[in-house]
Nanobody
Framework: QVQLVESGGGLVQAGGSLRLSCAAT????????MGWYRQAPGKQRELVAR???????SYADSVKGRFTISRDNGKTTVSLQMDSLKPEDTAVYYC????????????WGQGTQVTVSS
């Protein structure tokens, strides 16, 4: 089983930056997918960025060019560098983890709040 520990949320002004980190603990497996989702008030949870098991990277159109996702060599930690933040980026951000050993079942962090003021 895997537990996800998130950090890095906070309050910033528009145009500022934040860096989110998520550490997978327990028994993470190297053949995994890790990413970040977010959910704004009254809206559905949406994919922000993801690194696949083959190191393929996907971004939501709304964050392309502003956010950068990365993963450590051991594939146990994923980070999201968020630059040029906009008020519409305000949401609770959730770390997501899946691996082949666990049958690609979704594991979620508890969520970390990101608030961007204008």
């Amino acid at each position: 089983q895997v537990q996800l520990v998130e950090s890095g949320g906070g309050l910033v002004q528009a145009g500022g930056s934040l860096r989110l980190s998520c550490a997978a603990t327990g028994s993470p497996f190297v053949i995994n997918t890790m990413g970040w989702y977010r959910q704004a008030p009254g809206k559905q949870r949406e994919l922000v960025a993801r690194i696949g098991s083959s190191d393929d990277i996907s971004y939501a159109d709304s964050v392309k060019g502003r956010f950068t996702i990365s993963r450590d060599n051991g594939k146990t930690t994923v980070s999201l560098q968020m630059d040029s933040l906009k008020p519409e980026d305000t949401a609770v951000y959730y770390c997501n983890y899946r691996d082949i050993r666990l049958g690609w079942t979704d594991y979620w962090g508890q969520g970390t709040q990101v608030t961007v003021s204008s």
